[in-house]
């Protein structure tokens, strides 16, 4: 499958396919659907990955003219802009006098699964060293990220960095992702509901798997759906699997107005199941 710069994120993936077996479209809905919900945009998608660790990999330039990977930890500006307090000790410290040049790689926490199919972003740019103003806002962004390092952010050999994010690129796992630019990273928002996320989806799955089928049935166009398990869940909506004897469907279902709060997604999925039983 080809995916250009600017596709939309599949709802099906012909590679997921049990090994053995041909490829098979999934079925089309029965019922006419609104449009497609909406997702996170590709800046949205960075913004919420970026917002949900304070781990990522740096990347810089030696000397020499050789890529250098580190481990470091981080905290973010307003505008996402990530904020870095490295030693001259350590190598990546040294680079980035020489050669502002950086990017760094960060990816979302995942426990189980392929670790290729979870989200990770990476932000290229070039670091500055920030002034006045500027660096104390890093300074409170950082330590509010990373409290332990009150320890030795003071130490003479450690300095305060912040990447002007230049380019990013969002990966949502096989066959998601996409490039946004600096404007819109800037100007998007972390989702505020992706910290309870995975424990809705579970709930959902474990305890109102009732309204998740009623959810196929009149709101995703699939009145002969035998079950219906939810996947993923954001501020826009729910995505579900959707079992049928016609085959599997992958189809999303949106709130009726995007949620802007952290404790917004059981609402907004209890307006949903309403709105599907009426």
Do not use: K
Not at 138 to 152: E, K, M, T
């Amino acid at each position: 499958m080809h995916v250009t710069e600017t596709s939309a994120p599949p709802s099906w993936d012909p590679h997921d396919v049990p090994s053995g077996q041909a490829s098979q479209a999934p079925p089309e809905p029965l019922h006419p659907v609104a449009d497609e919900p909406r997702r996170r945009s590709a800046a949205e998608e960075a913004r919420t990955i970026v917002a949900g660790t304070n781990q990522a990999t740096l990347a810089t330039l030696s000397v020499d003219g050789h890529p250098w990977g580190s481990f470091v930890t981080y905290g973010t500006l307003r505008d996402g802009s990530p904020v870095l307090c490295l030693s001259t000790l350590a190598e990546h410290g040294r680079n980035l006098p020489a050669d502002p040049r950086a990017s760094l790689v960060v990816s979302a926490p995942t426990t189980d699964g392929d670790p290729l199919e979870s989200g990770r972003v990476t932000l290229a740019g070039r670091a500055h060293v920030p002034e006045g103003a500027e660096l104390d806002d890093a300074r409170a962004a950082h330590l509010a990220a990373v409290p332990g390092a009150a320890i030795y952010m003071d130490f003479g050999d450690f300095t305060i960095w912040v990447l002007r994010v230049e380019r990013v690129r969002w990966v949502g796992g096989f066959g998601r992702m996409a490039s946004t630019n600096a404007a819109e990273y800037a100007a998007a928002e972390p989702d505020p509901v992706a910290a309870a996320a995975p424990y809705a989806v579970a709930h959902l799955n474990e305890d109102h798997a009732d309204a998740l089928l009623d959810m196929a049935h009149a709101l995703a166009g699939y009145p002969d759906a035998t079950s219906s398990r939810c996947t993923g869940a954001d501020r826009y909506g729910l995505d579900l699997v959707i079992h049928t004897p016609r085959g599997r469907a992958e189809r999303r279902v949106g709130f009726a107005a995007p949620i802007t709060t952290a404790n917004g997604l059981r609402s907004a999925t209890v307006e949903l199941a309403r709105r599907a039983r009426a």
